[in-house]
């Protein structure tokens, strides 16, 4: 049973260039959120996709956006690259009952702005 | 206030000793609360949860849920150094889709 795949792994850009990051699910899970993870913090949510629509959004620019696909894969597009993206961004994929089973996280995507 | 706050480390304790974590969130009718750990440059993994007050045991590991105190803990008992990380508080909060995390306490197991 495959877990949360994302893909790519690592990925160089530079400023000002857009990038887009990819995600699959959790067999059995439907719903998928991001997250940004700078180094020595914790994840800081980004959006949160349900049935293909974005569900809940944190405290990102409207440069960050996402789409969720009818097989529940999903994507995250971040715009106009800042050095301040550079980061390790996380998908979490979880079943509708998620208060009990909480998140299973991807092995993430590293990004470097130059 | 933040939504979720851990002790910040970093945690330094000697092989087969107890680490003790602890973690405090500010949504008095939160109901799930998760513990991850997280190797370094590696992506967070779930390895406890608790949702009752009281004690929750997992082989090593044990939660502790205090929800009028509005606190959460994790002790790691006879310490390994493969327990050496950094370990993420996470609660999902009432009227709220998303898990909320804290900042994480790092702890190193000294052989």
């Known amino acids: 049973d495959a877990g949360v795949t994302q893909s790519p792994t690592h990925l160089i850009k530079t400023r000002g260039q857009q990038v887009t990051l990819r995600c699959s699910p959790k067999?059995?899970?439907?719903?998928v959120s991001w997250y940004q993870q700078a180094l020595g913090q914790g994840p800081q949510f980004i959006f949160q996709?349900?049935?293909?629509?974005?569900?809940q959004r944190g405290n990102f620019p409207d440069r960050f956006s996402g789409h969720q696909y009818p097989n529940y894969s999903s994507e995250l597009n971040v715009n106009a690259l800042l050095l301040g993206d550079s980061a390790l961004y996380l998908c979490?994929?979880?079943?509708?009952?998620?208060?009990?089973?909480?998140?299973?996280f991807g092995s993430g995507t590293r990004l470097t702005v130059v | 206030q933040k939504e979720v706050e851990q002790n910040s480390g970093p945690l330094s304790v000697p092989e087969g000793a107890i680490a003790s974590l602890n973690c405090t969130y500010s949504?008095?009718?939160?109901?799930?609360f998760f513990w991850y750990r997280q190797y370094s440059g590696k992506s967070p993994e779930l390895i406890m949860s608790?949702?009752?007050?009281g004690d929750k045991e997992d082989g090593r590991f044990t939660a502790q849920l205090n929800k009028a105190s509005q606190y959460v803990s994790l002790l790691i008992r006879d310490s390994q150094p493969s327990d050496s990380a950094t370990y993420l508080c996470?609660?999902?909060?009432?009227?709220?889709?998303?898990?909320?995390f804290g900042a994480g306490t790092t702890v190193t197991v000294r052989a």
């Open positions: 996709y349900y049935e293909e629509e974005e569900r």
């Open positions: 996470a609660v999902l909060l009432s009227n709220d889709y998303k898990l909320s």
């Open positions: 949504d008095r009718v939160s109901q799930s």
């Open positions: 608790i949702y009752s007050n």
């Open positions: 979490a994929s979880s079943p509708w009952d998620s208060d009990y089973y909480g998140y299973t």
């Open positions: 067999s059995g899970h439907d719903t």
